[in-house]
């Protein structure tokens, strides 16, 4: 694909812009340059050679490589988007959250939305990311302090589009006895590195895919750090998991936060995406959930399985319809490792740039307001992930997480622990085995990584 190329290390970015114009194949040559504040990319392309010069100077190596990726990017954007006659939603934006840029922009004391101009984002998209630090702002203002995170990686089945590494529980159920005392083991271990945290989250997987004991256990084991009270989320998942009695034993132990994921309210997309529930399924759930009083998380996932825009609408105003505190709009995104992948290599999803506008009306004229984003490589027509909630229903987590301003102290398999440094300007983490027989095995080498990392071994 790269019949030749003088530097290497900017490889990587540019085939992230590459892979947004689905052009992989397609065969280029890469020539780099830099003197005297000069950067110049020579692209030959079908034939053709393109020469593009940017002009800054800068103060150190780090900011030189970062200004020469950007530059370089830039290039082969606007080469394609030229040669396809298409505009990405991000412009040349890639491989960093486009809030977190942002901050960064603001922090250095410029501009955001003259650079996002420079790159070639959509000025709706530039409004809308500010739309979205407006509203973080009394969460950004509130940085730092800790969030709990404790993994359940169960399922009921493999949703077609999830990357995420889960058995159906038929497989590993054999392992939540062992699992869930590792994981009570972990909890037993963190109270001396816990300080001011902000909010419980217990992920999955689906952890309403475990019997009501192992549930009973895991709250148990959090009750027993007698936290503060504070935001606490279980994404309970899939409305097929939903019973009365875990519902209770939520609300007896204190969860504030439940996540009912539809995806899609029709049938067929539900069983093409292999989630084995229907949409009577997730009103089911909703009223099983409504005398407890939670706040409710929806997922919805936009370009699945053929659906159109009307089926992708009527998705939303049915999601609307229930007014849970949070709605989630996902881009389908291909990952390594998902059903999906296997049967097609690249996503070609017709409307989902219309999809993901008339869901921005449709959930601002119902009241809701954008207050987390992310974007993932892969993602349907280079669209984004964007959590809506209503006015002081936004969950706190989320946005630690997203905007990464609050430790994590994370528990179970696949969890990551992350410590910031510096006043947030160093992350480091640890993180534990995915597969739950080795989690099991080096529960207490975890245990300790964590306690070095918090300072407390
Ligand atoms: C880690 S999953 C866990 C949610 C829970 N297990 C469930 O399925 O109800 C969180 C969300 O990410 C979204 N998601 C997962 N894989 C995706 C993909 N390939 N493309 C777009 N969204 C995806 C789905 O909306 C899902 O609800
Ligand atoms: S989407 Fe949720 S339920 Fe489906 S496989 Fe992934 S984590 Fe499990």
Redesign the pocket.
């Known amino acids: 694909m790269f019949e030749y190329y003088n530097c290497e290390w900017l490889l990587p970015e540019i085939m992230d812009v590459v892979r947004l114009f689905n052009a992989q194949d397609e065969t280029f040559g890469h020539h780099f340059e830099y003197s005297a504040g000069n950067y110049f990319n020579c692209i030959e392309y079908g034939g053709n050679f393109y020469d593009y010069k940017n002009t800054v100077f800068t103060e150190d190596e780090i900011e030189f490589k970062r200004y020469a990726k950007r530059f370089a990017k830039l290039a082969f954007y606007n080469l394609l988007s030229n040669a396809k006659g298409v505009k990405m939603p991000y412009g040349a934006l890639t491989g960093i959250r486009p809030t977190k840029l942002a901050y960064m922009e603001k922090e250095a004391g410029r501009d955001f939305k003259q650079l996002f101009d420079e790159c070639g984002v959509d000025s709706q998209n530039t409004a809308h990311v500010e739309r979205i630090l407006q509203v973080q702002k009394p969460y950004y203002e509130n940085k730092g302090g800790q969030d709990l995170f404790v993994s359940l990686p169960f399922?009921p089945t493999k949703?077609e589009?999830?990357?995420?590494i889960t058995a159906p529980i038929s497989a590993t159920k054999k392992y939540l006895d062992d699992y869930v005392s590792c994981v009570e083991k972990e909890l037993n271990s963190i109270e001396p590195i816990l300080d001011n945290i902000k909010s419980i989250y217990i992920?999955?997987?689906?952890p309403f895919a475990v019997e009501e004991r192992h549930l009973g256990r895991i709250y148990a084991a959090i009750n027993a750090l007698s936290l503060p009270k504070c935001e606490y989320t279980v994404?309970a998942?899939?409305p097929d998991t939903f019973t009365e009695e875990k519902l209770k034993l939520s609300k007896d132990f204190g969860v504030t936060r439940i996540?009912i994921?539809p995806?899609s309210f029709k049938d067929e997309t539900l069983i093409k995406i292999g989630r084995k529930h229907t949409s009577a399924d997730i009103y089911k759930a909703f009223d099983m959930s409504a005398k407890y009083g939670f706040d409710v998380n929806v997922?919805?996932?936009a370009g699945l399985a053929d659906e159109t825009i009307e089926d992708f609408a009527l998705s939303l105003k049915k999601a609307i319809e229930l007014d849970p505190a949070n709605i989630?709009v996902?881009?389908?995104?291909?990952?390594a490792g998902?059903k999906?992948k296997e049967n097609c290599d690249r996503l070609y999803v017709d409307g989902i740039g219309e999809m993901i506008k008339l869901s921005r009306q449709m959930l601002t004229q119902a009241g809701y307001r954008p207050y987390y984003m992310y974007r993932?490589k892969y993602?349907a027509g280079g669209w984004e992930?964007c959590g809506w909630a209503k006015p002081e229903k936004e969950c706190v987590y989320n946005i630690d997480v997203m905007e990464e301003i609050a430790d994590n102290v994370a528990v179970g398999a696949n969890a990551i622990s992350k410590k910031l440094f510096d006043g947030g300007e160093r992350l480091e983490r640890c993180a534990s085995p995915k597969d739950i027989p080795t989690y099991i095995q080096k529960v207490d080498k975890i245990i300790a990584d964590r306690n070095k990392l918090f300072g407390k071994d």
Request: include cysteine.
């Open positions: 399922c949703c589009y999830c990357s995420f992920g999955g997987g689906t994404e998942g899939r996540c994921n995806q997922d919805l996932i989630t996902h881009t389908l995104s291909l990952k998902a999906l993932q993602q992930n």
